[in-house]
């Protein structure tokens, strides 16, 4: 079964605190995005890596970073948390290249910044 | 640029009535367009998709959406309801990202089965 995992359901910090969210995949998928998802807003697109060491920013890239050293894990880092941040973030992986591709997503997790 | 809009946040109804969830997109090429259900404190998970072909599409659980090209609009209906179908709908569409394709979602819709 197709499976998308994310390290941390819950997650409380710090304002300023440097943040890591993790998320690894097991279908040998290309593709691997971090969206934000805030009530009335739906999902916004931060980064999205399409191979390893390759990234390109979505539609809010600021105040976040990504890192992929391995094709299946994808990380998203917020530099300096800020409350602002507060949110469910959601990962998902798809394969490559055809627009009609599924793309298959983790639980996400769910961020508070004091 | 493509775009998605969900009028309805959010959609009550009684459990074994039918159910229609709108969907509107806007696009200046061909779409493929998707919806996606997130039941409670979970991830999305797709519920069906239009590639090209026929414009009746059918997905999991007893949900199908029709395409309509002249009205630029992918609705999600179900003939019955249940109480586990509560959860948010999301409809998206396919954009080519530059380097790969991405999805641009709606901001959602809630339905809200009661008993």
């Known amino acids: 079964d197709v499976k998308v995992t994310q390290s941390s359901r819950y997650l409380v910090k710090r304002t300023g605190e440097k943040v890591f969210l993790e998320c690894v995949q097991d279908m040998d998928h290309e593709n691997m995005f971090w969206y934000r998802q805030d009530p009335g807003l739906g999902l916004r697109l931060i980064y999205f890596?399409?191979?390893?060491?390759?990234?390109e920013k979505g539609d809010i890239p600021e105040g976040y970073s990504v890192s992929r050293e391995k094709k299946e894990r994808f990380s998203l880092i917020l530099e300096s948390a800020s409350t602002n941040q507060t949110s469910m973030y959601l990962c998902?992986?798809?394969?490559?290249?055809?627009?009609?591709?599924?793309?298959?997503f983790g639980p996400g997790t769910r961020l508070l910044v004091l | 640029a493509q775009s998605v809009t969900q009028l309805d946040s959010q959609v009550p109804v009684f459990e074994e009535a039918p159910v229609e969830l709108r969907c509107n997109y806007s696009?200046?090429?061909?779409?493929?367009l998707f919806w996606y259900v997130q039941y409670p404190n979970q991830g999305l998970q797709l519920l069906l998709k239009y590639l090209s072909g026929s414009t009746l599409v059918k997905g999991i659980n007893g949900f199908e959406a029709e395409f309509n090209k002249s009205q630029t609009s992918f609705h999600l209906r179900k003939p019955s309801v249940h109480i586990s179908d509560t959860a948010e709908y999301f409809c998206a569409v396919s954009a080519w990202g530059g380097a790969t394709n991405k999805l641009i979602f709606g901001t959602g819709t809630l339905l809200a089965v009661q008993p």
């Open positions: 890596s399409y191979d390893v060491k390759m990234k």
């Open positions: 998902a992986s798809s394969f490559p290249g055809f627009r009609g591709e599924t793309q298959y």
């Open positions: 696009s200046s090429v061909s779409v493929y």
